[in-house]
């Protein structure tokens, strides 16, 4: 099967070279896309967004560690009768599985959220690399970490962050 698709491939480029509108002129340029996703300032803003909306619970969880820490301080008192270190650490281990599952739904919520904004990001600046790519007539955009070599190749990297930046205002959460 991959024989197949590798033959097609093949013989697809080998009459495409004899037809000469289909690379006529080809504009093959290279972009770093991350880069442009660590620099761009969208990502900044959505981050701070996104930790303002989590900022409640991880303070709820920050403050129920507190409470259990200082639970188990007063239960290494030994002047504590066996009644009440009994309920105390009946307390205790209550609130340790309601703090492990606090912790497991805040870190879920993290990472589904932090996946939904990461992918947002992406598709936007996917759509800043075609506006490039259009306005300057260029026929495949590659991305930097998928060519292992190519000399005297344009990076229009800087290109999409200077477009990025004059769309600043542009947040899509």
Same mark, same amino acid.
């Given at each position: ?5 590798? +033959?097609? #491939?093949?013989?697809?480029? +080998?009459?495409?070279? +004899? ?16 880069? $442009? ?21 991880? #303070? ?27 309920? #105390? ?39 800043? $690399? ?19 070599? $190519? ?20 947040? +899509?959460?």
């Amino acid at each position: 099967m991959k024989n197949f698709f590798k +033959f097609t #491939l093949l013989i697809f480029i +080998f009459f495409s070279f +004899f037809n000469k509108e289909a690379f006529c002129c080809t504009k093959i340029v290279v972009v770093n896309i991350a880069k $442009i996703f660590d620099i761009i300032p969208q990502k900044k803003k959505i981050t701070k967004k996104l930790e303002k909306k989590l900022y409640s619970d991880f #303070l709820v969880i920050k403050k129920m560690e507190k409470l259990l820490l200082s639970k188990i301080n007063r239960l290494e008192n030994k002047n504590l009768s066996k009644k009440l270190r009994k309920n #105390l650490e009946k307390e205790i281990k209550h609130e340790k599985k309601i703090l492990k599952k606090k912790i497991k739904i805040f870190t879920k919520k993290n990472r589904q959220k932090q996946e939904s904004i990461r992918n947002k990001i992406l598709i936007f600046i996917h759509k800043l $690399i075609n506006i490039v790519a259009k306005k300057n007539h260029y026929n495949i955009v590659l991305d930097i970490s998928t060519v292992a070599y $190519i000399k005297n190749i344009k990076d229009i990297t800087n290109d999409v962050i200077n477009l990025a930046i004059k769309q600043n205002n542009i947040l +899509f959460i």
